[in-house]
């Protein structure tokens, strides 16, 4: 069964600041995806990591995947108030099959 | 931008009713899902559907569940004799295809069996 680890499950962050959280799974996946929640709303796609090394980022956010480690990071630089939310990551097994398992997330707070 | 829309918002229902969740895909894609989210839980998948069938279903999706196809736009779950414990925020997720693709998440709908 796959399972999904996310870490820490929340996260006061300060504003200016750098940090980085992190996602684990148990089982050979080749596909990552790191979606936004915000209270009350629906998922919002951020990225999709497809391969062993992806990186890619968007605004002040960085996201990365080692499948031999089966971890995924997502880099926070300079923390605004904007990025509170709950993020998401979400593995499908390798292969066709699509069904997301989703980590509990983790919800990240910015602070003043 | 194309979004997946769902209705209703919020649906309100006596325990052993049968209810009703709409989903609108968006229009180009073929690969059609509900999750759910507990309150403060993480989300979790229920069913995917392809080609008017059922591509795989997760052990929450059991016989009370249901999913539909009724037209070239419409993607229903029901629930029949629902519990307590169906309780949940639904989603539905589109993708245009299988596999390697982002699934499109709508806004979702809440229920609440009383």
């Known amino acids: 069964e796959l399972k999904v680890e996310q870490n820490p499950l929340f996260l006061s962050m300060q504003e200016g600041k750098n940090y980085t959280i992190y996602c684990n799974y148990s089982?050979?996946?080749?596909?990552l995806y790191w979606y936004r929640q915000d209270p009350g709303k629906s998922l919002e796609s951020l990225f999709v990591?497809?391969?062993?090394?992806a990186v890619k980022q968007e605004g002040r956010l960085m996201a990365s995947l080692d499948t031999k480690a089966r971890l995924s990071t997502l880099h926070i630089t300079a923390a605004v108030h904007d990025l509170s939310a709950t993020y998401f990551c979400?593995?499908?097994?390798?292969?066709?099959?699509?069904?997301?398992?989703f980590g509990k997330g983790i919800t990240l707070s910015v602070r003043p | 931008e194309p979004e997946v829309t769902q209705t209703p918002s919020h649906q309100v229902t006596q325990m052993g009713q049968e209810v009703i969740l709409r989903c609108v895909p968006i229009?180009?894609?073929?690969?059609f899902y509900w999750y759910r989210q507990i309150l403060g839980q993480k989300v979790e998948f229920l069913v995917s559907?392809?080609?008017?069938?059922?591509?795989?279903k997760s052990e929450i999706f059991d016989d009370r569940f249901s999913v539909e196809r009724p037209d070239g736009s419409n993607f229903t779950l029901k629930i029949r004799s629902t519990k307590l414990e169906d309780s949940a925020m639904y989603f539905c997720?589109?993708?245009?295809?299988?596999?390697?693709?982002?699934?499109?998440f709508g806004p979702g709908t809440r229920l609440l069996v009383l």
């Open positions: 089982t050979t996946s080749d596909r």
């Open positions: 979400a593995v499908a097994p390798t292969g066709a099959n699509s069904k997301l398992t």
């Open positions: 997720a589109s993708s245009e295809r299988a596999g390697r693709e982002t699934q499109y």
């Open positions: 990591l497809l391969s062993n090394g």
């Open positions: 229009s180009n894609h073929l690969y």
């Open positions: 559907f392809y080609n008017n069938e059922i591509s795989e």
